[in-house]
């Protein structure tokens, strides 16, 4: 099925680890985003890419690295893990123009817990 | 800049009974407005969007929203809740700048009583 697919869907980390987390779309979508789920919070963003090779930062985007090499994918690297990290992590797509009216397309989820 | 307010945090209606979900929105510009919706442990599947089309969105499951600029709101609402309406639902509008971003409110935890 056409989407976005994230892995893991779950992750375990210790403080001070380091993991990566991917987001591949098969849509062939511009803009890709990484967003963490938080009670309360709602979706906050942390990194985006507006095309192959770009990446920008967010709202809350310390703590946290992103690469767009290959346009389907967006990678999301905790360097050193972080209690505060525990989250639910979301990765969108979306194509620019007026077919951004269709809204975005979100991945299921990559549920982190950093002990 | 642009912003969302989602009016209530939770809400609680019976089977059967109407459902409304607040949303006031503030933007400089003529905005895109979507709902999403959040299934428990799941992702997010988009419900509705408004885009300068017709102000009366007609969405998925019975749902539907209606643009009033002069309120600055996009509420959402259902007819006749069922048990299956459980969930998180997010209101969030568009940032009309060239990197397409969203801005989500907080979320309202829709309860639905039997």
């Known amino acids: 099925n056409a989407g976005v697919t994230q892995t893991p869907k779950f992750r375990v980390l210790k403080t001070g680890q380091s993991m990566t987390l991917l987001c591949a779309q098969d849509?062939?979508?511009?803009?890709m985003y990484w967003y963490r789920q938080d009670p309360g919070m709602g979706l906050r963003l942390i990194h985006y890419?507006?095309?192959?090779?770009?990446?920008a930062k967010g709202e809350v985007p310390d703590g946290y690295n992103v690469s767009r090499l290959k346009k389907q994918n967006f990678l999301l690297g905790l360097e050193s893990a972080a209690p505060s990290q525990t989250s639910v992590y979301f990765c969108?797509?979306?194509?620019?123009?007026?077919?951004?009216?269709?809204?975005?397309?979100f991945g299921s989820g990559t549920r982190l817990t950093v002990v | 800049a642009q912003s969302v307010t989602q009016l209530d945090s939770h809400v609680s209606v019976s089977e059967g009974t109407p459902v409304l979900l607040r949303c006031n929105y503030s933007?400089?510009?003529?905005?895109?407005l979507f709902w999403y919706v959040q299934h428990p442990n799941k992702g997010l599947q988009l419900l509705l969007k408004?885009?300068?089309?017709?102000?009366l969105v007609k969405g998925i499951n019975g749902f539907e929203a209606e643009f009033k600029k002069s309120e600055t709101s996009f509420h959402l609402t259902k007819p006749s809740a069922h048990m299956s309406d459980a969930a998180e639902y997010f209101c969030?509008?568009?940032?009309?700048?060239?990197?397409?971003?969203?801005?989500f409110g907080k979320g309202t935890r829709l309860h639905i009583l039997p």
């Open positions: 969108a797509s979306s194509a620019p123009g007026p077919e951004r009216n269709y809204g975005y397309t």
């Open positions: 849509m062939n979508h511009e803009y």
């Open positions: 890419s507006v095309g192959e090779g770009t990446t």
């Open positions: 933007s400089s510009y003529s905005p895109s």
């Open positions: 408004y885009t300068s089309a017709a102000t």
């Open positions: 969030v509008v568009s940032d009309p700048g060239r990197d397409d971003k969203i801005i």
